[in-house]
């Protein structure tokens, strides 16, 4: 019998990039992406006082525009993260801009924040959502995660991500601060330890009541840079930490032709580093914050390798654009077949 998700997925292999990608977040808005089955109750999750159906989350830059929310929590993600979304529309750097590479299950990407703008995002968001006597309640039982990010120009971080937390708070169940993304200049400064200090201030004071907050980092500071920005973000207040965003590094192992394009790179070659990463900032955490690993993330022994080295949380990106939705299905088997042979009943008994 035909199978029509993966037909889609190998059709859409064949088109351009981003036409691809505009077709996928317009049929998953549709909700023509098919539905995922319920999640074995084993792969639930506790993290950020928030409750997991499974802890396989969809990364930022897939729905930037918050087009495409509710389907994609159909699909199976445990959580979803869309955005970056920047204060104004702006868009993004000239095409082409996203490259596969095929050969080594990768992606270069130099999309740059092409954003529809906060206040059309909020638009997108809020018929999703209605007031109950709590607050606002969403559009599933899977938490969405919202991603901010600054305008290429006339940025001022210290107003404008506040101002970001504002407008998003009453929507999110979870906040990340992207402060890594390669292609927006200046950005990555913002990881410094005392500069990350003021902007954690400058939220807390204009918004206490806003949901969990996480910082995403890049994976090519100094391994020494890490501790200070813990720090700082302990400091700060903050919930947790996504490791990592995309790379600016080339591994020498890398063979497609596009491999010298500039831009992050995302997929299976991010994936030591990714993991070496999380292993230095598990060690200095201690459990204290929230762990959310994202960087070539392809299979469940992956996903259970770095639950045990400290994620709470993962999250995949470049898994999805290649296998398209049944690589969810296909995770999550893995995952429970790992847990089984390594003795572990739940997510949450590993956890403790
Ligand atoms: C095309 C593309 C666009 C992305 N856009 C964003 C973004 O807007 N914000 C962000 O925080 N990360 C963005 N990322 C990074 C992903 O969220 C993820 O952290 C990274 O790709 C590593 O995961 P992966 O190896 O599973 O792809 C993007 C990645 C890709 C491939």
């Given at each position: ?20 990608h ?19 109750s ?101 938490p ?5 990010g ?6 001022d ?38 500069m ?27 391994d ?6 813990l ?8 919930d ?22 500039t ?13 070496h ?20 993330i ?55």
């Amino acid at each position: 019998m035909l199978d029509i998700g993966k037909t889609a997925t190998w059709l859409l292999r064949r088109l351009n990039p981003e036409t691809a990608h505009e077709l996928a977040i317009h049929s998953i808005a549709h909700g023509l992406a098919g539905r995922g089955k319920p999640d074995h109750s084993a792969l639930r999750t506790e993290a950020l006082g928030l409750s997991f159906p499974n802890p396989i989350g969809l990364a930022a830059g897939f729905d930037k525009n918050a087009r495409a929310v509710r389907g994609l929590t159909k699909l199976g993600f445990g959580f979803v993260e869309t955005g970056t979304v920047t204060p104004r529309p702006q868009p993004g750097n000239p095409r082409p801009r996203l490259f596969r590479l095929v050969e080594d299950r990768a992606i270069i990407n130099r999309m740059g924040f092409n954003s529809c703008g906060i206040d059309k995002f909020c638009q997108n968001l809020a018929p999703l959502f209605r007031p109950n006597r709590h607050g606002q309640v969403g559009p599933t039982d899977a938490p969405l995660g919202i991603n901010l990010g600054i305008n290429k120009t006339g940025a001022d971080p210290l107003v404008d991500y506040p101002a970001l937390v504002g407008r998003t708070k009453s929507y999110a169940d979870y906040l990340t601060i992207n402060l890594s993304s390669p292609n927006t200049p200046g950005l990555r400064d913002l990881q410094a330890a005392d500069m990350l200090a003021r902007l954690l201030e400058a939220i807390q004071t204009a918004h206490p009541d806003r949901p969990p907050l996480l910082v995403k980092l890049a994976p090519d500071l100094e391994d020494e840079a890490y501790a200070p920005i813990l720090q700082a973000v302990i400091d700060g207040g903050a919930d947790g930490l996504i490791l990592t965003n995309t790379t600016l590094a080339r591994p020498t192992s890398l063979k497609d032709p596009h491999r010298d394009e500039t831009g992050g790179l995302s997929g299976a070659p991010l994936a030591d580093r990714a993991r070496h990463v999380l292993q230095l900032v598990s060690e200095l955490n201690k459990g204290r914050l929230c762990l959310v690993s994202s960087g070539g993330i392809e299979t469940g022994r992956d996903i259970l390798e770095r639950l045990k080295m400290g994620a709470n949380l993962v999250q995949i990106y470049t898994a999805f654009i290649y296998e398209g939705p049944a690589v969810l299905t296909r995770l999550k088997q893995e995952l429970l077949h790992e847990m089984s042979r390594s003795g572990i009943r739940s997510l949450t008994a590993l956890q403790r």
